[in-house]
Each structure stands twice: as structure tokens, then as C-alpha cells.
């Protein structure tokens, strides 16, 4: 069978997200919990127009699927994803606050570290099977971390709490199983909002006035929020998460490309040696599933 919509949908979704900070940019002058307030928000209701307008049979059908668990599943369905709300929060906002505040290669580094950490927590937490190179390749992760730490700890630390607020949220997601991606997106989104209305106060001290300020907003929310979810939910259809998690490092490579190219970060030589390792980290912690796509592919052109 032929997969390449698939590929293309999964490739067209991570280089979206790649751009992502070219415009997040444009919106340095506001804080961090002004963008995220009105991302959220303004994506809420995108989700709502696209459940109610072209999910209500799959709604419908989650609703019965919901009523069929028991007590115990429906309390820790309910748990989990109001757990993967909170973390989604926190996630955007770290990655809004540092690409606006700090830097693009520490929001870079993030997504690089983000699926050995995943892989660890899994094995912590789900009791997921590593191999010996998976477990040398986090050997590798750990002396790169430790010279970006030695080139900046604060960085370093922003880094890890984006990582792990996403790697948890992945983490949350494999145990909520058996339910619509999006439409639970959409519950998470909706309680990151309901989260972000009980600490407004805190975030925004004066509501944005710009009408280019929400126009950049909308984009935002439909370009680079829910569009390109769309097409990573698609690829998944017909490929599997190892390969989406392979296809996910197109995101970083392209955020460090900006970071260099256009905003003209500047690299010393203990980060780009920590660049180096965490890279070959990288192709050891997935070499089995580098020759798993690579045969898929071969067998999706023939």
C-alpha cells in the first residue's frame, strides 16, 4: 500500500512547527502568558468548530465509550487527561518564554533530548523495554547534557523542563487509551484555559490592544496549533510512533537553522560538542527504527 500522503503529511507537519519561532518572534514585545492566554483561547475555539462541525459522530461515540468503563478506567481517564491539560501548559509556556526570552537552541535542544527522555521515563514509569545501544545512546544524552549544563545551567534547566513537560504529557497519553486524539486534545486545551482564567490576573496585566497582535494569534492557532496536528494524527493512521518519533527531529534541526541562519545565535566550542554527541546519541537511540522506516518507505514506493 502506498503511504506516501502519509510521510508528506507527517514531514509537512514537523517543518510547520520548525518555523514556528520565525513568527513567535514577532511577538517579543508581549509576555509569555499573554501569548499563551490568547494560543489557548484562540485555539479552543478552532477545536470546538472542529469537533462539533466534523466529529460529532466520533463525539458521540467516545461519550459511549466513556459510559461503558468502569468507575475505576473513568476516574483515571478523567485524571489523565486533565494531567495532560496541565502539562501542555506549562510545556508552550516554557517553549513561548524561551524562544522570545532566552534563546532558539535551548528550545531546539528540548526536542532533541525530549524522545530519550520520553524513552526513560517509559521504562521508569510503563515498564517499556530499552536495548544495550538505547541505553548507550543515553549515556551519550548525559555527557551532552553535562557540557550544555557546564556551558549554562540555566539554559540546561529550561531545556529538561520543556523536555519532560511534553515527555509526561506522551507519557500521560499512552495510558489514556482508546479514545479520539483530537477530540481529547480538545478537552485538554479547553482545561488549560479554564487553568489560565483562574491565574489571569498573573498573566496579563493589560489586554492587547493590536489588531496585529491577534492576527499573528490566529495564525498561530490554525497554522501552527491545529493544522499541523491534523496532519501528524493523518500519519498516524499508517505509520507507526517510532517513525513519527524519527520524522519529529526535522522540528529541532529546522529551529537550529533559524537560530543560526536568521537570528544569528552565536555557538562555542562546548556546544558544539555537545551538539555532536547528543546527535550521535541520536542516530544509536534510533537505529532500529532508522531500518524499520527505512523499509517501510522502500515498501510504500513499491
Same mark, same amino acid.
Given at each position: 500500500m502506498n503511504n506516501q500522503k502519509h510521510y508528506a503529511a507527517a514531514v509537512s507537519a514537523?517543518?510547520?512547527?520548525?518555523?514556528?519561532?520565525?513568527?513567535?518572534?514577532?511577538?517579543?514585545?508581549?509576555?509569555s502568558g499573554e501569548i499563551l492566554y490568547f494560543r489557548i483561547l484562540f485555539s479552543s475555539l478552532v477545536l470546538l468548530i472542529v469537533i462539533f462541525g466534523f466529529?460529532?459522530?466520533?463525539?458521540?461515540a467516545q461519550r459511549a465509550f466513556f459510559n461503558s468503563l468502569d468507575s475505576k478506567k473513568k476516574w483515571g481517564?478523567?485524571?489523565?487527561?486533565?494531567?495532560?491539560?496541565?502539562?501542555?501548559?506549562?510545556?508552550?509556556?516554557?517553549?513561548?518564554?524561551?524562544?522570545?526570552?532566552?534563546?532558539?537552541?535551548?528550545a531546539?535542544?528540548?526536542?532533541?533530548?525530549?524522545?530519550?527522555?520520553?524513552?526513560?521515563?517509559?521504562?521508569?514509569?510503563?515498564?517499556?523495554?530499552?536495548?544495550?545501544?538505547?541505553?548507550?545512546?543515553?549515556a551519550?544524552? $548525559?555527557?551532552?547534557?553535562?557540557?550544555?549544563?557546564?556551558?549554562?545551567?540555566?539554559?540546561?534547566?529550561?531545556?529538561?523542563?520543556?523536555?519532560?513537560?511534553?515527555a509526561l504529557y506522551l507519557i500521560t497519553q499512552r495510558r489514556n487509551q482508546g479514545f479520539d486524539r483530537m477530540i481529547m486534545l480538545g478537552f485538554q486545551v479547553l482545561f488549560s484555559f479554564l487553568l489560565l482564567n483562574a491565574i489571569f490576573p498573573y498573566l496579563i496585566h493589560k489586554v492587547p490592544t493590536d489588531l496585529n497582535f491577534y492576527l499573528i494569534i490566529t495564525?498561530?492557532?490554525?497554522?501552527?496549533?491545529?493544522?499541523?496536528?491534523?496532519l501528524n494524527l493523518f500519519a498516524l493512521n499508517k505509520i507507526n510512533s517510532a517513525t513519527i518519533g524519527i520524522l519529529m527531529y526535522i522540528n529541532p534541526l529546522i529551529n537550529y537553522s533559524i537560530?543560526?541562519?536568521?537570528?544569528?545565535?552565536?555557538?562555542?566550542?562546548?556546544?558544539?560538542?555537545?551538539?555532536?554527541?547528543?546527535?550521535? $546519541?541520536?542516530?544509536?537511540?534510533?537505529?532500529p527504527n532508522l531500518k524499520k522506516m527505512q523499509a517501510s518507505f522502500g515498501a510504500s514506493n513499491a
Open positions: 514537523f517543518v510547520i512547527w520548525g518555523f514556528f519561532p520565525l513568527l513567535l518572534r514577532k511577538l517579543v514585545e508581549y509576555s466529529k460529532r459522530k466520533d463525539l458521540q481517564t478523567v485524571i489523565l487527561t486533565l494531567i495532560g491539560g496541565a502539562l501542555l501548559t506549562i510545556n508552550w509556556l516554557t517553549f513561548i518564554y524561551i524562544v522570545n526570552n532566552v534563546n532558539i537552541k535551548t531546539s535542544f528540548s526536542y532533541l533530548i525530549c524522545p530519550v527522555i520520553t524513552a526513560i521515563l517509559g521504562y521508569l514509569l510503563l515498564k517499556e523495554k530499552m536495548t544495550v545501544l538505547q541505553w548507550i545512546a543515553v551519550f544524552c $548525559a555527557i551532552s547534557c553535562v557540557l550544555m549544563g557546564y556551558n549554562s545551567a540555566l539554559e540546561l534547566g529550561y531545556s529538561f523542563l520543556t523536555a519532560v513537560t511534553y495564525v498561530i492557532a490554525i497554522v501552527f496549533t491545529v493544522f499541523p496536528l491534523f537560530a543560526f541562519i536568521v537570528f544569528e545565535e552565536d555557538i562555542n566550542v562546548i556546544q558544539l560538542v555537545g551538539y555532536s554527541i547528543i546527535f550521535v $546519541a541520536l542516530i544509536l537511540f534510533n537505529y
